[in-house]
C-alpha cells in the first residue's frame, strides 16, 4: 500500500518533470496513463494477499478506499498538480485557488461532493468484490467496517456541500 502511494507520486512527478524540464510531452503522456496501473497493482497485491490466505485487516480495507479516492478524484488532482508545475516550471498562469463564496463555492463543494460520492460506490464495490472473490466470510469481516466509513465521508461532505448551498458564503462587504 504505501509502495504504490509513492510509486503514484513518483509516477506523477517524473511525468511532470519529462514534461515541464526535458520537454518530452511524449514521454510525460506515456508516464500520466500509466498512472491507473500502480492502482491496478495495487488491488492485485490485496487480491492475492487474501487468496494466498492472509486475514483481511484495515489495510486491505485502505488499498479499496485508496483505489476509489485514485478513480473518484484522480483526474482533478493530476490536472491540480500539472497547472502547478506549469505555473512553478514552465511560467505559467498561477492555478486558480478554489472559489470563496456564493453560488461558486456551492458548485465547487458539489464537484467535491461527487467526486467522494464515486470513490466510496468504488471503494464499497471493489470490497465486496474482494470478499465474493475470496469467498471466506470469516477472513474478509475486517473489510466490513469500510462500509460505513465510506458512507460517513460521503454523509460528511454531502453536509458540507449542502450547506454551501442553503447557507451561502458571502465576501466581505466594503
Do not use: N
Not at 513518483?10 to 496501473?37: D, E, G, I, K
Not at 465547487?108 to 467522494?116: A, G, N, Q, S, V
Not at 468504488?122 to 472473490?133: C, F, K
Amino acid at each position: 500500500m504505501v509502495a504504490g502511494e509513492v510509486g503514484f507520486w513518483v509516477l506523477l512527478a517524473l511525468a511532470l518533470a519529462a514534461r515541464y524540464l526535458l520537454r518530452r510531452r511524449a514521454v510525460s503522456t506515456a508516464l500520466l496513463l500509466a498512472l491507473p496501473l500502480v492502482d491496478l497493482v495495487i488491488l492485485g497485491a490485496t487480491v492475492a494477499d487474501l487468496r494466498r490466505g492472509a486475514v483481511a485487516d484495515w489495510s486491505h480495507g485502505l488499498a479499496a478506499c485508496y483505489v476509489g479516492f485514485s478513480a473518484g478524484y484522480g483526474h482533478a488532482l493530476v490536472r491540480r498538480a500539472d497547472a502547478h508545475a506549469a505555473h512553478r516550471l514552465a511560467g505559467g498562469p498561477r492555478p486558480p485557488r478554489p472559489p470563496k463564496y456564493g453560488r461558486e463555492r456551492a458548485a465547487y463543494e458539489w464537484r467535491i461532493f461527487f467526486r467522494t460520492l464515486a470513490a466510496a460506490v468504488i471503494t464499497v464495490v471493489l470490497i465486496a468484490g474482494v470478499q465474493a472473490l475470496v469467498g471466506d466470510p470469516a477472513r474478509t469481516a475486517g473489510l466490513d467496517p469500510w462500509y460505513p466509513r465510506a458512507a460517513a465521508v460521503t454523509g460528511i461532505s454531502l453536509l458540507i456541500a449542502a450547506s454551501y448551498t442553503v447557507l451561502p458564503t458571502r465576501g466581505k462587504r466594503g
